[in-house]
Every structure is written in C-alpha cells, then in structure tokens.
C-alpha cells in the first residue's frame, strides 16, 4: 500500500520525537483511504507517552478518545499511530509487533539513531496462523 | 434501546452488557479494547456487569503501545 504524510506532519513528528528523546514519542494518524488505493494522512496527533520512558510507549487512552471523536468531527478516518524509537531502527519490535492488534492500521516508526537523519517507515502488522506478520508500506512525504 | 457506537446509532437489546456488546459487535482482539461510555472508562473486570442505557454513548478503543525490544 502507498501511504502519504505532508512534510510539515512529517517535520512536526521529528521535532517533538526529538523534544520527548531519549524518551518514546507517540501519536495518532488519521486521513482516508482513496479510490486509487493510496492512503493519505490528513492530520497527525501528538499525544502523551504515558510511560515516560525511552524503552516503551503507551497512548494516553483520554487523548486517544479526544483525537477518535475530533476525527469524526472532520470526517477523517483513524489510520494507525505513529511512535518513536529514540536509540533502535525505524522496525517494528518484537513489544510493537505483539502490541500492534488492528489489522487495519499503518504503523508508522520514526527512527532517531542519526538525530539529523531522520528515519520514518510505514508498516502494516497482522496475524496469521498464530505469527505477526509485518508488511512494509511505501511511505511517501509530500 | 438506542445507543451511540462510534458515533453510530445502532437498536440495541434493553441493558445489554458491555461483553455483550463486544462480541454483538464482532470486536477484533476485545481483550486489547478499552471501551468508554458516556466519557468514562469502564473496568475490564466490569465489562460483564455493566449495562447500558438508552442514549449511552460507547466507544471502544485500541490499547496503542510497544516498546524498543
């Protein structure tokens, strides 16, 4: 699947990863699913890692409930979430895969091991016969 | 009854239960859901107690999380 993220969402991820670092930072995305098949992400929340910590991430459940209805409110569909990994690559890990429960979902991963070279990646994880199997999407920035 | 599913208004049975709801709704990996009613967040271990009322707005939410390793 082709997913596409604006460079100011883009930039905006980077920019707050990089102020929560050397913790996780986590958020929503949300947009819509075209006729042609290309997934385009309208808007990004950023919103609290309520872990705190460089090592795990876990989405405030009363922001993620705020995002879901601003959502319906600008007619957007929720598309998955986007995190931070602050020292690890832009995959998904062995806690995001086992964590990673709609099949529907884009999982974006932000990679920050050169902090001037950012790394996003998009992934789409699902379960088959009892594995998670992970998918790589192709991330466009426009 | 009629209540509010994701914003959705949907004819339910009179105090259907939260579990109930869940699987009427065909909710994939319920136990990675969290659900909210009219705002508040019901306890898991509740989810079979719980009864809703007509004009409940529900919700159900997808625990988002991971880690580095």
Request: charged residues 30%.
């Amino acid at each position: 699947m082709k997913i596409t993220i604006k460079r100011s969402d883009f930039e905006m991820i980077y920019e707050h990863s990089l102020k929560e670092s050397p913790n996780e930072a986590c958020g929503l995305i949300a947009g819509v699913d075209r006729r042609d098949g290309v997934r385009e992400i309208c808007k990004v929340y950023i919103l609290t890692n309520t872990d705190h910590t460089s090592e795990h991430f876990t989405i405030d459940p009363h922001e993620q409930l705020n995002a879901v209805k601003d959502m319906r409110a600008r007619a957007l569909k929720p598309l998955g979430n986007w995190h931070s990994h602050p020292a690890s690559p832009s995959r998904p890990s062995e806690e995001d895969k086992r964590l990673a429960n709609d099949s529907s979902a884009s999982y974006l991963i932000l990679s920050l091991m050169e902090e001037e070279n950012p790394v996003l990646n998009a992934f789409h994880i699902e379960k088959a016969e009892g594995e998670k199997t992970v998918r790589k999407e192709e991330l466009i920035v426009i | 009854m009629k209540i509010t599913i994701a914003g959705e208004k949907k004819e339910v049975a009179d105090g259907i239960t939260v579990a109930a709801l869940i699987e009427q709704e065909n909710v994939e990996t319920p136990e990675y859901v969290t659900v909210s009613v009219n705002e508040e967040f019901i306890d898991k271990g509740s989810f079979d107690s719980h009864a809703l009322n007509e004009g409940d707005e529900v919700e159900f939410l997808y625990f988002m999380g991971g880690g580095r390793l």
